[in-house]
């Protein structure tokens, strides 16, 4: 046990070996520990989500060249990345061995420096996602049709700088959204159609300026409904006075929007009714932005799932603890996995089970220390064994790695496949590079310099000033002094629609909008209508007015 762990009966306190503060291990957190046989996290949970987000690449798009054929792929992954790069369908092929990298264990070495030797020598896939048709400019895109400069998306059509979504169409800049069509600038929104400007607002059609909806119609700049039409400011009119009213808000015109969102974001905090957390169907556990989940404690973004701890965006997980973005069971440390099952320290792995230490695997089983294995049994480093001998060798290097406390630790920042800046952390958990570096960890520099006949503040206000050649310009971001452009398919839909250009470059927008959802360190306060505390996500800087335990929004506005 740690010696800086001081037991007492119901509880333990650890200091975080990151950020050096104290934090609590549970009773459960050792018995879960004890079953899998490692030993209780030596971070806090804030530091070991940095950790493991810090392996999710959030980078920047850009043209490279397959290590294996030659030929231009589009990846997220920088300049500088320490292994190879091959097209997802060249990695999934028998062009190449993964074998052909194996290694003996050294137990004179640490595990971790042998692991690092691998993993820059196997080739890695230059994105994740299959059965795609022309989405070569996303990440992370499954079963999906022309999706442009996304990320985290599934069963998408024509959308272009979104994030995290599912069943979405014919829209651009959503976020954490589900089944969407025709909207834009949108976050946290379900089953909406022709809505803009919408935060955590469901079933709505043909509005805009919404917060907290359900089930309403031509709506403008309106908060806390239910099953209304023809609101705004939450006054009602007639359907006649309501589209005359409209006319006076110049929704084509950037700055007039800029000023309507600011008047919007005010009186929203000032007026709104703010449920304390924006969990559903969900017993005994605690978090925010839970679905479906039972038993689960310390989560976040967590769906379908059960007796979790501490996991920070997952689905359909069950007994595990510690992980990002991934459905596993029975597991700890798992990165961005898709279902697996009793696994320890795993990166972007895919239906394996009794493993540990796999980066890049995909239905493997007992295997260990191993990067870009597919559907392989008993290896150890990319090296084949039979059972009788994998079974010996993973005792001993248990044994080695216990003594060089080693085992049961999460892979050293320095193993990431890129910066800690273009990296998931860094959009929930903003870090300096002093303190990254002095982790450890890596970070990348920006060499984005703006071109001499680049436009930036200078883009037309109007969306009806915008000429036909604008797609041809460069445009330079003024608060990243980063490249892009407006694209043909994009400049049509802010003309059918009446949606002025934006000024700044999409990943700037997405991190706008996520940074609502970003507040994940929990704050205590008093519930504004009935008095008693809470924990609520909601920073003092927001200035809200009303937040509300579950039973009182319930009450008067659910």
């Known amino acids: 046990m740690n010696p800086e762990i001081k037991n007492n009966s119901t509880s333990s306190l650890q200091v975080c070996q990151a950020c050096k503060s104290q934090f609590t291990i549970e009773p459960d957190d050792f018995a879960f520990c004890t079953e899998l046989d490692v030993p209780v996290p030596d971070e806090c949970k804030w530091c070991l989500w940095k950790h493991l987000l810090s392996f999710w690449v959030f ?33 999934i092929s028998d062009a190449w061995d993964p074998f052909a990298y194996g290694q003996d264990y050294d137990p004179s070495r640490l595990f971790f420096e042998q692991f690092a030797e691998l993993q820059a020598k196997v080739p890695h896939p230059h994105q994740s996602g299959v059965q795609n048709t022309r989405c070569d400019w996303s990440d992370d895109v499954w079963r999906s049709k022309d999706c442009y400069l996304s990320r985290s998306v599934l069963d998408c059509e024509n959308i272009s700088y979104c994030y995290r979504t599912l069943n979405c169409k014919n ?16 976050l946290y929104c379900f089953k909406c159609f022709k809505t803009r400007h919408a935060f955590n607002s469901r079933d709505c059609i043909e509005s805009a300026f919404l917060y907290d909806c359900r089930n309403v119609q031509s709506c403008f700049m309106c908060w806390n409904l239910r099953n209304k039409s023809y609101y ?43 449920r304390q957390n924006f969990n559903f169907q969900v017993t005994n556990s605690t978090g925010n932005i839970l679905n479906e989940c039972k038993n689960c404690k310390d989560c976040y973004f967590l769906e379908y ?48 089970r009794y ?12 295997c ?84 001499e006949d680049a436009i930036s503040d200078d883009i037309p206000d109007r969306i009806d000033d915008v000429l036909d050649d604008f797609p041809t310009k460069q445009l330079i971001c003024s608060k990243t002094r980063r490249r892009f452009n407006i694209a043909s398919h994009e400049l049509m839909f802010y003309r059918q629609n009446g949606i002025p250009v934006p000024q700044y470059h999409f990943d ?29 996500f909601y920073p003092p800087e927001g200035h809200y007015k009303k937040i509300a335990c579950v039973e009182c929004y319930q009450q008067n506005v659910a």
């Open 59 to 91: 980078g920047r798009f850009r043209k490279a060249k397959s290590a294996l054929s030659g030929k231009t792929i589009i990846t997220t992954f920088s300049e500088s990345v320490r292994f190879p790069l091959y097209s997802h369908d060249e990695w």
């Open 171 to 186: 829209s651009i800049d959503l976020t954490y959204s589900f089944d969407l069509e025709l909207c834009y600038d949108c």
């Open 232 to 274: 705004i400011l939450n006054r009602p009119y007639t359907k006649e006075a309501y589209f005359e009213k409209i006319k006076e808000f110049d929704l084509k015109s950037r700055s007039a929007v800029w000023k309507y969102k600011k008047e919007f974001q005010e009186v929203v905090a000032r007026e709104a009714i703010h």
């Open 305 to 352: 799932s059960e007796n979790c701890h501490a996991i920070f965006r997952g689905f359909e997980s069950k007994d595990s603890a510690y992980s990002v973005g991934s459905a596993v069971e029975k597991g700890v440390f798992s990165v961005v996995d898709g279902f697996v099952y009793e696994t320890l320290a795993t990166l972007h792995t895919a239906s394996c």
């Open 355 to 366: 493993s540990a230490y796999l980066d890049y695997c995909e239905e493997c089983e007992y």
């Open 368 to 451: 260990f220390g191993c990067v870009g294995l597919r559907k392989k049994k008993y290896c150890i480093l990319n090296k084949q064994y039979t059972k009788e001998e994998y079974e010996l060798r993973i005792a001993n290097i248990k044994a080695d790695m216990k003594n060089k406390g080693e085992w049961g630790k999460f892979f050293p920042y320095k193993l990431a496949y890129g910066g800690y800046n273009f990296s998931l952390a860094s959009v929930f958990f903003p870090e300096s590079k002093k303190h990254i570096e002095k982790l450890g960890g890596l970070w990348e520099e920006s060499e984005d310099v703006a071109a």
């Open 508 to 536: 700037v927008r997405t991190l706008e909008q996520l940074a609502s959802l970003a507040v994940v360190i929990p704050i205590k306060g008093d519930c504004s209508l009935c008095g008693k505390s809470i924990t609520h």
